[in-house]
């Protein structure tokens, strides 16, 4: 706990109560009238809430200040002390203001500030058209630092109160301070930022239906509907830091940019901005608060807008696609300390959009690092796939899955408009912002182009890939009563519904059962809704009456009923991000799997992208189904259909990469270790008639089934 601002913050608070004693003891001097004390009375309405009680006359006044400078303060450094000296200073600092103010015809609080102005102000608040209160106080290294700083904070939407030096250093500002500009200059003693609490007391009492002695009710307001902060400046003096103190019982963390050791600090409430400069200030002070600040327009070249989230750009139109079956494309979301991510920064590594030749298949990376005291790194997968979203918002961009297996196209328009590779990242910079605001503080971007670096950073995204999916191992369905919808896709598939369980994520492999729960406690309202499962009506297919429902609404009446765990009886609708799609192979009495990476021939007549225009789009069709590469080792593939011994091929890439776990679930099945060497794949034969020989010699043991059709 931090010994310093406790003693200082304890010095603070006896030398406001001495400064309302002696103005006190002036008063009863000069023999203040019955209206002057009520005119002092009634400017004392954050010392009534404090208190819990009203102050109903001079000598109750008196008293309660005897009463104060008796009591000694706290010199501890536990945060009960702090507390303490900083509820003494308010009371304190509040009293002295209304009294000098008395005494020297000065403005008081409700001149600063009338009630006219605070309850718009309060409003603003509400509304969301002021994000949120920067209470400035002390003195920043120069004139020109102050006045970035109080810019950069009113850019911001924030409204600035400031007390001290730092209003002469940005008077020289012509016009800066004023209520129009949402500056507001309290006076030029640390102390006066008294008015600030003041202020923020009154709004209370305006718009939150408070009364006047209610303490619990003030600062439960204070903490949860009014969003400040204050930001100390320079060298603390004992006033400032006892202000500080008090900010801390109403809930307001105090930023300082003087350095200070570890055990200084209290984490959340009282910290230091390490480089000291104007964003680190206003980065930390918005991240302890949790206030969702406003940021200026996106300005690029294509219009953006959810409009065009179901825009196809075709092949022929296209200056550029990243990804494809012949280069690689991945997007990969990390969560980093605050200390690894510099804050809104763009980086292309390689050529940029005019370096590459039109029409051709690029490779590309995009990675994100993100950090907010609110992230968790259960809301990475999620907010990972909203990277499909937000690249889709804009004109003549075009997106489709995730992970390492991404496709995205630029159109030769947006080109000549003039969009940039950057431009991608300054658009999901944008939208992270505006999407997650509350949850991330800062983010930054990089995007590779140069074809070393996506063959290096792909890996890391692999590995990390690896990791989620192994949260997930051990969770079954059984073992869970909640399932969650995904209708992410919804804008180019308008009936299409993935029902995720945790055997059965969804089908771009990049949303799984964790991440739909974490989507749905950061976004109740979001595209992930939890599906209870209640009544089932067919374990082995399953069918549950409450999927059902859901899906009926959900697919507006396209689909009324559905099975998660069979390709043949009304299965589950599938999208066009699909990693993988599946095809019922009648005569060899099996299914034939092919990757979105494939795009030669297979057995079922149809190439991956005839097989995506036939079943994707959210249509219902038995014997045709998009899967992630992930559920095709799940316990819970079509064991109605008989599961994997149904596989009799597999396009070679997908084969070979799942080998491992296409062994490891095989040979709990019972069929054996070289059960994948028995899947045929486009080297034994692309027609049923030239994979049947190879089946029948091997034994495959899916010609030993009952016939799948």
């Not at 702090?82 to 000098?100: S, Y």
């Amino acid at each position: 706990m931090t010994i310093a601002l406790s003693r200082q913050a304890a010095q603070g608070a006896q030398n406001l109560l001495a400064d309302a004693v002696n103005q006190l003891r002036e008063g009863r001097i000069q023999g203040w009238g019955t209206g002057e004390v009520s005119d002092i009375l009634g400017r004392l309405p954050l010392t009534s809430a404090l208190l819990g009680r009203r102050i109903t006359d001079y000598n109750d006044l008196t008293l309660l200040f005897d009463q104060l400078s008796l009591k000694e303060m706290p010199s501890g450094s536990d945060m009960e002390s702090i507390l303490q000296a900083g509820e003494a200073a308010l009371i304190a600092a509040e009293t002295g203001e209304a009294l000098r103010c008395m005494s020297s015809g000065g403005q008081g609080n409700a001149d600063l500030l009338p009630d006219e102005i605070l309850r718009k102000i309060g409003v603003s608040i509400v509304d969301g058209t002021v994000a949120g209160v920067a209470i400035l106080c002390g003195t920043a290294g120069d004139n020109i630092a102050a006045v970035r700083l109080v810019k950069a904070l009113r850019n911001k939407g924030i409204l600035v109160m400031l007390a001290g030096e730092i209003i002469e250093q940005c008077a020289f500002e012509e016009n800066l301070l004023s209520l129009d500009r949402l500056i507001i200059p309290l006076g030029k003693d640390s102390s006066q930022a008294i008015h600030a609490f003041t202020a923020a007391a009154r709004i209370g009492f305006l718009l939150g239906s408070l009364v006047p002695d209610d303490r619990a009710a003030l600062l439960k307001f204070m903490a949860t509907r009014l969003p400040a902060f204050i930001i100390t400046l320079g060298s603390s003096n004992p006033e400032m830091a006892a202000i500080c103190a008090g900010g801390l019982v109403m809930g307001f963390p105090v930023i300082t940019d003087q350095p200070l050791p570890p055990e200084e600090e209290l984490v959340g409430l009282f910290e230091t901005a390490r480089s000291g400069n104007v964003d680190e200030l206003i980065n930390l002070a918005v991240e302890l608060t949790g206030i969702k600040v406003q940021h200026g327009p996106l300005q690029l070249p294509i219009k953006v807008n959810p409009a065009y989230e179901g825009e196809i750009v075709r092949k022929a139109d296209t200056w550029v696609e990243f990804g494809s079956s012949k280069v690689t494309a991945f997007e990969l979301l990390r969560m980093v300390g605050k200390e690894e991510v510099e804050d809104g920064k763009v980086t292309v590594i390689g050529p940029e959009i005019d370096e590459i030749p039109e029409g051709s298949q690029w490779p590309l990376g995009i990675v994100i690092k993100v950090y907010g005291r609110k992230m968790q790194e259960d809301f990475v997968g999620i907010m990972e796939r909203r990277i499909h979203y937000f690249i889709s918002y804009g004109e003549g961009l075009w997106h489709t899955s995730g992970r390492d297996l991404v496709s995205m196209r630029i159109s030769k328009e947006a080109k000549q408009l003039g969009f940039k590779i950057r431009d991608m990242g300054e658009l999901l910079i944008h939208m992270f912002r505006a999407t997650f605001g509350t949850i991330i503080n800062r983010l930054e971007v990089t995007i590779f182009t140069d074809p070393g670096a996506v063959a290096n950073e792909v890996k890391v995204a692999r590995e990390a890939y690896a990791l989620r999916d192994v949260h997930l191992k051990g969770l079954t369905d059984e073992m869970v009563d909640t399932f969650y919808s995904c209708t992410l896709c919804q804008s180019h598939s308008p009936n299409h519904v993935c029902i995720l369980t945790p055997e059965r994520g969804g089908l771009c492999g990049a949303v799984t059962w964790l991440d739909a729960k974490a989507s749905y406690e950061m976004s109740p309202v979001g595209p992930n809704q939890p599906i209870c499962k209640g009544e089932c009506l067919d374990a082995v297919k399953g069918m549950w009456k409450s999927v059902n429902e859901y899906m009926c609404k959900a697919s507006n009446q396209t689909v009324e009923e559905v099975n998660l765990y069979t390709l043949m009886d009304r299965p589950v609708t599938s999208c066009g991000c699909f990693e993988a799609v599946m095809a019922v192979l009648p005569q060899a009495n099996g299914v034939m799997i092919t990757a979105r990476d494939y795009s030669g021939d297979t057995p079922s007549g149809m190439t991956f992208t005839k097989l995506m225009g036939a079943c994707g789009g959210g249509v219902q069709i038995p014997g045709f189904l998009g899967v992630s590469r992930r559920f095709i080792t799940s316990a819970k593939f079509i064991p109605a259909d008989g599961g994997l011994a149904r596989v009799v091929w597999m396009s070679k890439e997908l084969k070979e990469s799942l080998r491992s776990e296409l062994t490891e679930r095989a040979k709990a099945l019972g069929l054996g270790d070289d059960f994948v060497d028995k899947i045929a794949d486009e080297t034994t034969g692309v027609t049923e008639d030239e994979i049947l020989p190879f089946l029948q010699a091997r034994k495959h043991p899916a010609l030993n089934l009952p016939p799948v059709m």
